[in-house]
Every structure is written in structure tokens, then in C-alpha cells.
């Protein structure tokens, strides 16, 4: 049994370095050489509003089906090379490639919730993050690199597609450790209910809409109060550092409430804009801040989706929830409205993103209230 954790925990750091290097050529270098092939910031907003959406909407789409299952696993696995080799002859055709984008957002949000429950299924949640830091690493590592190296969109796209196999390839060979979702004894609800735990879903969502303005404008945001653009790219390496720190760190953390862990996690997510906002000029508060990814990310996403795995017996069908209503719609959200409040008035960006999170965490305190009161 040890030797077999032992290889599926090498399997599952393969996949997780794979297919977050992958995430990171997409989100970070894509957008940027797609400009270079003439689209227009519109046209860009456009494509990359596709994934979200379809990591949003398809969760009620398995929900009605019945589920998520193994060939539609196999399947995503596929989807997500096929989008990625359809990204070559889509490049300078906007309706193609919005379509192609259809495709790689919804393959890429029905892998990455199954792999995390295999994960969970597999090894304990103490040993997740140390499995999962791999991911981390993947992302800042291409990030690195391509930001040396890269020239052209074509060779962005290049990269696009052997991340895509290298993510096929190890999500293929760890099927064979799924295991179908069964009920539970510790209180999971069978039927895939969001309203019976409506306050944690409102509470995830909010996290992830104040992360908007940390997502898209930090970099502006930092770069306009005098911090150079270098040092911002340190600000952005130093918080996956803390990521990755956390996430090798965190199992004995683990073993403790992981409501309380939520809640934790939540309320220094709103300290942390709270400093962004009050000290705009200090490249120290800077960096104590982002030193709270360890907590914001590493420690909230572990916590949550091992808390999720917990509160239904469709454990995979929740995790895809999870995934889309954090990422997917908070994401959406959290994005269209700091570009708002930024054009509007920046300096009030990261105070609202600080009153955005107080709710989350605000409706954590109600959902832990809902449970002792009625056991929802």
C-alpha cells in the first residue's frame, strides 16, 4: 500500500507540474501574443471569457447527467489536446478560436476537480499539498523561462500543445486509481444539493471575486505607485514561494478544523487588501502582504476542496462546482468588476477587494452557525 501511495503521489506530481505550466503559458503568455497577432484588448477579453464560463456552466450540465464519469475524464483528457492543436489553424480567425476556447475552458475544468479527487481518494489530505506544490512549481517555472525566450505566438502555441500531451499522457495513466464516488458515513449529503450549504458557496464565490483586482490590475496597480515592473515580478515570484512553502508545510495544519482553516484563510485574505490599500506606497507592506498567499491560496484551496470532499458523497460533481463557482464565475466577476472600480477610481480598488472578502468571510461565520444550529 505504501508503495503503491508512493507511485501514485510521483504520478500525480507529474500531472499537477504538467497541466499548471500549461495554466500558466495560457494565462499569462497568451493573452499577450495574441495582441501581437492583432487582435484587439476587446477581442482578447472576448476569448479568454470563454474558459470561465464553461467552468461555471458545466457543473449543472453534469449535475442533470448524473455526474461526472470516467470516459468523460478520458475525454476532457483528449479535448484539451485536440483545443490545443486547434489553436494553429484557429490563430488569426476570431470566431475559430473563440470556439477552440470553448473547448479547452471545458476540458480543462472537468480534469483538473477529478484529479484532485483521485488525489484526495489516494492519499491522505496531509500529503495533498506536498503532491500539489508541484503544480506551483510548473507554473512559476514556465513562467521563467517563457519570459525569457518567447517571440511569437507560434511558439506559444507550441508550448501550448506538448503541455497539452505532457498533461494527456500523466491524467491518462492515473485513471486507472479512480474509484467511483460512494456514499459516506460522516454526514456527506447524497444529492448534490448548493442551497443546503448556500452560505460556504456565497462564501467561496465572494473570495474569488476579490481576487479581480489582484489577478489583473496588481501589477498596475504596484507599477503605479512607483514600484518598478521588475520588482513587481519579484512581488509576484515571492508570493508563489510562499505558495509552494505552505503547501509543503501545511499537512499537520490539515488535521485541525478545516471550517476554522477556511475561515482563517479568508479573514487575512481581507487584511492582505487592506494593507494593499493603505500602504500603496511601501514595497515592504508589498511584500508582507503577498507572504499571505501562503494563507490566501495555499492553505485556503487545500482546506476547501478537502472540506468539499467531505459535505457530499458526489464528491467529483463537487469538486466541479467548487472549481466553477470559484474560478469560473468569481473569477468572471471578480475581473469585469475591479476593471470597473479601476477606471472609476484606483486607489479604491484593494478597499473594496478587503470589504469583498470581510463578506466571504462573513458568510463562513453564518455557514458554520447553519451547521451547529440545524446540522445544514
Known amino acids: 500500500m505504501t508503495l503503491l501511495r508512493s507511485g501514485v503521489a510521483w504520478l500525480l506530481g507529474l500531472f499537477y507540474l504538467s497541466y499548471f505550466a500549461l495554466v500558466g503559458v495560457y494565462i499569462i503568455f497568451l493573452p499577450k501574443m495574441l495582441t501581437l497577432a492583432g487582435y484587439t484588448p476587446a477581442q482578447v477579453g472576448a476569448i479568454f471569457a470563454a474558459a470561465p464560463l464553461m467552468r461555471f456552466l458545466l457543473p449543472f450540465l453534469f449535475r442533470r447527467l448524473g455526474g461526472v464519469h470516467h470516459r468523460t475524464y478520458l475525454g476532457a483528457l483528449l479535448a484539451v489536446f485536440v483545443a490545443a492543436l486547434l489553436f494553429f489553424p484557429a490563430l488569426n480567425h476570431f470566431a475559430a478560436l473563440f470556439l477552440a476556447n470553448l473547448l479547452y475552458g471545458a476540458a480543462m475544468g472537468v480534469i483538473l476537480p477529478y484529479v484532485d479527487t483521485i488525489a484526495l481518494q489516494t492519499i491522505d489530505k496531509e500529503r495533498y499539498g506536498r503532491v500539489r506544490l508541484w503544480g506551483s512549481m510548473g507554473f512559476m517555472a514556465i513562467a521563467l523561462w517563457l519570459g525569457r525566450v518567447l517571440e511569437t505566438p507560434e511558439q506559444s502555441l507550441a508550448y501550448l500543445a506538448v503541455l497539452a500531451l505532457a498533461t494527456l499522457l500523466s491524467g491518462w495513466f492515473l485513471a486507472r486509481y479512480d474509484r467511483p464516488d460512494t456514499p459516506t458515513t460522516d454526514g456527506a449529503s447524497g444529492h448534490l444539493s448548493l442551497m443546503r450549504h448556500w452560505a460556504f458557496?456565497?462564501?467561496?464565490?465572494?473570495?474569488?471575486?476579490?481576487?479581480?483586482?489582484?489577478?489583473?490590475?496588481?501589477?498596475?496597480?504596484?507599477t503605479a505607485h512607483g514600484i518598478?515592473?521588475?520588482?513587481?515580478?519579484?512581488?509576484?515570484?515571492?508570493?508563489?514561494?510562499?505558495?509552494?512553502?505552505?503547501?509543503?508545510?501545511?499537512?499537520?495544519?490539515?488535521?485541525?478544523?478545516?471550517?476554522?482553516?477556511?475561515?482563517?484563510?479568508?479573514?487575512?485574505?481581507?487584511?492582505?487588501?487592506?494593507?494593499?490599500?493603505?500602504?500603496?506606497?511601501?514595497?515592504?507592506?508589498?511584500?508582507?502582504?503577498?507572504?499571505?498567499?501562503?494563507?490566501?491560496f495555499a492553505l485556503y484551496y487545500t482546506a476547501a476542496i478537502a472540506y468539499v470532499y467531505t459535505l457530499y458523497s458526489q464528491k467529483k460533481l463537487a469538486q466541479q462546482f467548487f472549481l466553477g463557482i470559484t474560478f469560473g464565475l468569481g473569477g468572471a466577476v471578480g475581473a469585469l468588476v475591479a476593471g470597473w472600480i479601476y477606471d472609476w477610481k484606483p486607489d479604491a480598488l484593494f478597499l473594496f477587494e478587503a470589504?469583498?472578502?470581510?463578506?466571504?468571510?462573513?458568510?463562513?461565520?453564518?455557514?458554520?452557525?447553519?451547521?451547529?444550529?440545524?446540522?445544514a
Not at 519579484?234 to 508563489?240: A, E, I, N, R, T
Not at 469583498?356 to 444550529?373: N, T
Open 201 to 222: 458557496w456565497v462564501s467561496a464565490f465572494f473570495l474569488q471575486v476579490s481576487f479581480g483586482g489582484f489577478y489583473n490590475f496588481f501589477t498596475i496597480y504596484e
Open 228 to 296: 518598478s515592473l521588475e520588482t513587481t515580478s519579484w512581488l509576484w515570484s515571492f508570493g508563489v514561494l510562499c505558495e509552494i512553502a505552505m503547501l509543503y508545510w501545511q499537512g499537520p495544519l490539515l488535521r485541525r478544523n478545516l471550517q476554522t482553516l477556511i475561515e482563517f484563510s479568508v479573514a487575512t485574505t481581507a487584511l492582505r487588501w487592506a494593507m494593499l490599500w493603505l500602504w500603496p506606497d511601501s514595497l515592504w507592506v508589498a511584500f508582507a502582504a503577498q507572504s499571505l498567499h501562503a494563507f490566501n
Open 355 to 375: 470589504i469583498v472578502a470581510l463578506m466571504a468571510w462573513g458568510m463562513m461565520r453564518i455557514h458554520r452557525l447553519r451547521k451547529a444550529r440545524h446540522g
